[in-house]
């Protein structure tokens, strides 16, 4: 891999939400220009190999500085290092940001009804999104769904509150549905396509998937973004092709 595809940029802050995640920030160069959605690829140097791996941007696209939501793989090439990462540190990071999930894609249905559907370090895309104030203006109702095993493992919720009260203003249709797979205590601790398949989740959003006018998003796990598609496809919806369609999705690994 060409080296000179990268720029070499410092942490800035890291945190630690669990053993097995964290986030943490960088400098951002003047030439990466991104979209809400869109990757970056990160790389650090492993002996004398640089190991690049793909990390959506957690950043609105107006900020100074980037952020990124990371797993750790217990013997993960690339994160088991990145786990030991500290202010100071320098990472490099590829010129130009990648990717297609972004609200962007989508002309026709027009805008009115957005979900955006995470599992674990999948909500990063989303976060970007509800950062930059078109979205708010776009959707009548935002739909934010989180799925993770453990209470301990919903990050962010605090962050999520605050981006709602300064980017969306009170916006009245935003709603923010978490589920905890792992305690049958949770509002809603199934898995996803099994909400979808019995309504559990739109009765619980007081909303319903409508081809019409659902633009839907899948990111993280890819046993999850294929059983949900699936799902959502007995129900109607459509893949989103050349601009047309509901579903839009980005596997993990
Ligand atoms: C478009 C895109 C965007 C991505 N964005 C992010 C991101 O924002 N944050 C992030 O943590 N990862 C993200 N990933 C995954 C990331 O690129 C790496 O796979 C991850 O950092 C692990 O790298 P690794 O070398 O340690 O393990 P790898 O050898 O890459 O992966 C080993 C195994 O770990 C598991 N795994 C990998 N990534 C995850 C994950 N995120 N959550 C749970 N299990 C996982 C899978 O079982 C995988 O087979 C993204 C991947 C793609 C394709």
């Known amino acids: 891999m060409s080296i000179e595809k990268f720029s070499l940029e410092k942490v800035l802050s890291v945190h630690r939400w669990t053993n097995t995640l964290f986030s943490f920030t960088l400098t951002r160069p003047a030439h990466f220009k991104f979209t809400a959605g869109q990757f970056a690829r990160i790389g650090l140097m492993v002996g004398e190999e640089l190991v690049v791996r793909a990390y959506s941007v957690v950043s609105s696209p107006f900020d100074e500085t980037l952020e990124f ?3 750790v793989v217990p013997d993960g090439a690339f994160t088991s290092n990145l786990q030991h990462l ?3 540190d320098e990472l490099y990071l590829e010129k130009n940001p990648y990717g297609y999930l972004t609200l962007a894609r989508y002309q026709l249905p027009l805008p009115q009804d957005l979900w955006l559907l ?4 999948g909500l990063a895309p989303f976060l970007s999104m509800l950062q930059d104030f078109e979205t708010w203006q776009n959707y009548q109702h935002i739909h934010l769904v989180y799925s993770v095993r453990t209470e301990s493992e919903l990050a962010y919720v605090e962050r999520i509150q605050e981006i709602a009260e300064s980017f969306g203003e009170g916006h009245a249709g935003f709603k923010f ?3 905890i797979t792992r305690d049958p ?3 809603l601790h199934d898995r996803l396509p099994v909400l979808i398949e019995n309504g559990e989740l739109e ?4 909303l319903e998937f409508n081809p019409a006018s659902t633009h839907i998003m899948l990111c993280g796990n890819p046993q999850m973004v294929e059983d949900t598609k699936e799902a ?3 129900r109607g919806l459509t893949m989103n092709r050349r601009g047309e369609g509901n579903i839009a999705v ?3 690994w």
């Open 69 to 71: 939501f990371s797993i």
């Open 203 to 206: 009765k619980f959003a007081g």
């Open 86 to 88: 500290k202010v100071g």
């Open 177 to 179: 549905i978490p589920i």
């Open 118 to 121: 995470g599992t674990g370090t």
């Open 232 to 234: 959502l496809k007995a």
């Open 185 to 187: 205590q949770a509002a």
């Open 250 to 252: 980005e596997n993990y």
